[in-house]
């Protein structure tokens, strides 16, 4: 089967700073209050846009952090990237520096979805889990904000031991703030998140058969990131039939700049393959033995390398990784046994 993702991913996602200011308990990040020293200039971003418009089809940029917000050129960089033809979507923090007026801002500049990070349904989980009091009722208001400027509003929640209880209340209030798309996020132990931050492979198997069923329900996009087994659950045998696309996961279909320009197949994945400034991120993408590997199924080890579903799920490579330090490996939050996955 031709992998559809081999030439371009559909994501980039780019982190241009670390800093921000919250405290949240699981941030890949580890992020910091102040920007580091090497951030990468407006100059060099822009140099990087150029080479990315050779992307066919051209991929959607997630702008994120830390908190793109800390960066007082932002407005400078959403410029030049949907100048350059670029859909862009912006990951900020919810922090007093994320106002309505500024979520305007971003819709007078072409920016076309803003994702918010909803881990409660109250501020008891919520604010808890992301550090810093306020954060919950701040989150709902700037919701409302982006729908009223008219951009398209993501739901982000991260799901760990603390989070997953509260997923159905979550789940009513998604529909409830016009959110177009809701990503439910199971947690890789890698930056601050450790691994008691990671549901076992029986909880996470129980949720997302939950989030099959509520995505039956409702008429808006739901996904789960970080848990591809997510297409078996949904599809079943259904998902072995035809050429079908692979489960979007790290190096596939995606890729990850960080704050100095370094390029990982994931944010959850630490593993660089060179840097923007002086290699091309095309040719990363394209030609990086990880990235080439981390497409092959043929390349997957233990449980995954012989499960059937191995072509269109593959497992987590980041948290192989985190548990292991080797990305070929099995992913441990799948219950799945090859005899049982070749008949179900």
Known sequence: MVNPWDRAPHLVMWEL????ALHCRHCRARAIRRREPGELDLGEIERVLEDMQTFA???TLILTGGDPLEREDLSGIIRAAVGR???????????PRLTAEVVA???????RAVSLSLDGPNPQVHDRYRGVPGTFAATLAIARAVRASGLHLQINTAVAPLTAPTLPEVGELVPALGARSWEVFFVIPTGRAGRSEMLDAAAQEAWLRWLAEYRRQVAFRVTAVGAPQFRRVTDGRRALDGPGRPA???AQGMLFINWAGEVHPSGYLPLSVGNVR???VVRLYRESPLFVGLRDPARLEGRCGACAFRAVCGGSRARAYAV?????????NCPERPETARTA
């Open 324 to 332: 292991s330090r080797n990305p070929w490996a099995e992913d441990p």
């Open 248 to 250: 979007m996961r790290e």
């Open 278 to 280: 002086d290699t091309s």
């Open 17 to 20: 700073t670390r800093a921000c």
């Open 85 to 95: 033809g670029f859909a862009v979507a912006m990951a900020p923090s919810v922090t």
């Open 105 to 111: 801002a971003w819709a007078g500049l072409g920016v």
């Open 57 to 59: 089809p051209r991929p």
